[in-house]
């Protein structure tokens, strides 16, 4: 699942007009570099969902047939539904079996064919180091498993492998997917891994500048 119903109020006034996840990144839209990634992967379906702007994007990226995979969409209401609600929303494309997600506004060169899910967790989290506008981290990892405290703290990149148990208790709506990660680290089964090649959350505007205006063997492009 590609997270893409966002506003983008970070990103105005470059998303008053154009969804996020279709700002232009090195010759071509940004959710394009995962949707490639994805397949390259072997991920075979994606679901994206849309909220803001959500027939452009509906529009620009078609059945997903150009990319290598194949494209289901999850509408969501105006304002959209928040990562949690979002995910939720989309379960019954997503199926049964553990899934990916990753956020629709963060350029990677994470190889997402090696990630994983152990049997008991019910998530595993991509963790990165702390980037300079979040410079306290989100969460720590030890031997694998993602706690609440410690050190040294590291930051969620928007990138994880799910299962729909994890969204068992919940009701269709607008929430927020960080009490369900608690939860899970209080039942021991959240893990995680800690990725060091290259991450950018994109957003700013600032950001989406640097990111173009940097060397592309940063991603092998």
């Not at 999850?74 to 997503?94: R, T, W």
């Not at 492998?161 to 039942?187: E, K, N, Q, W």
């Not at 021991?188 to 063997?217: I, K, P, Q």
């Amino acid at each position: 699942m590609v997270l893409a119903a966002g506003r983008g109020e970070r990103l105005r006034p470059l998303t008053d007009h154009t969804p996020k996840p279709l700002l232009q990144v090195r010759g071509k839209p940004l959710i394009a570099w995962h949707l490639e990634a994805l397949a390259r992967a072997g991920v075979g379906e994606a679901v994206i969902n849309l909220s803001w702007l959500g027939a452009q994007l509906r529009a620009a990226l078609g059945s997903g047939e150009r990319y290598g995979l194949r494209i289901h969409y999850s509408e969501e209401p105006d304002g959209a539904l928040e990562v949690g609600g979002g995910i939720c929303n989309a379960l019954a494309l997503l199926g049964d079996a553990p899934f990916i997600v990753v956020n629709g506004d963060t350029f990677t060169s994470i190889d997402f064919s090696r990630l994983a899910i152990a049997p008991q967790a019910l998530a595993h989290l991509v963790l990165v180091p702390n980037p300079a506008h979040h410079p306290r981290g989100d969460f720590a990892l030890r031997n694998g498993a993602v706690e609440e405290t410690g050190e040294p703290r590291l930051t969620y990149s928007g990138i994880g492998v799910f299962r729909p148990a994890l969204f068992a208790a919940c009701a269709p709506g607008r929430f927020p997917l960080l009490p369900l990660l608690r939860s899970a680290i209080a039942a021991h089964r959240l893990s995680g891994e800690r990725f060091d090649g290259a991450w950018t959350d994109v957003g700013t505007a600032e950001r989406l500048a640097a990111l173009n205006e940097r060397a592309h063997d940063d991603v092998g492009v």
